[in-house]
């Protein structure tokens, strides 16, 4: 089993919404910040929101007000509410620690596709 398991992404209409989950393998969770990243086709890595241990967050500009990152510490689990989805949006997106190393593994990411 994978150490990041990343689900709920989807096709879904610009406006609506999504909430991704990631099950984290608790030697990651518990000691580490976690981010949501994602990739765009033939765009670079981007980090999409962080949350620290103790619950503090951040957003890149363009999903403030829009995603909300929140994580489940019993759960092991880092979650992303996305309201208002853009076409803009659409990438795989993935979980991991924040920051990354160079050498960490990632998991398979989960789709993220807005349109029409």
């Known amino acids: 089993q994978g150490q990041l398991v990343e689900s709920g992404g989807g096709l879904v209409q610009p406006g609506g919404s999504l909430r991704l989950s990631c099950a984290a393998s608790r030697r990651i969770f518990n000691i580490n910040d976690m981010g949501w990243y994602r990739q765009a086709p033939g765009k670079e890595l981007e980090l999409v929101a962080s949350i620290t241990i103790g619950d503090n967050t951040r957003y890149t500009d363009s999903v403030k007000g829009r995603f909300t990152i929140a994580r489940d510490n019993a759960k092991s689990t880092v979650y992303l509410q996305m309201n208002s989805l853009k076409p803009e949006d659409t990438a795989v997106y993935h979980c991991?620690?924040?920051?990354?190393?160079?050498?960490?593994?990632w998991g398979q990411g989960t789709q993220v596709t807005v349109s029409s």
């Open positions: 991991n620690k924040y920051p990354y190393g160079r050498f960490d593994s």
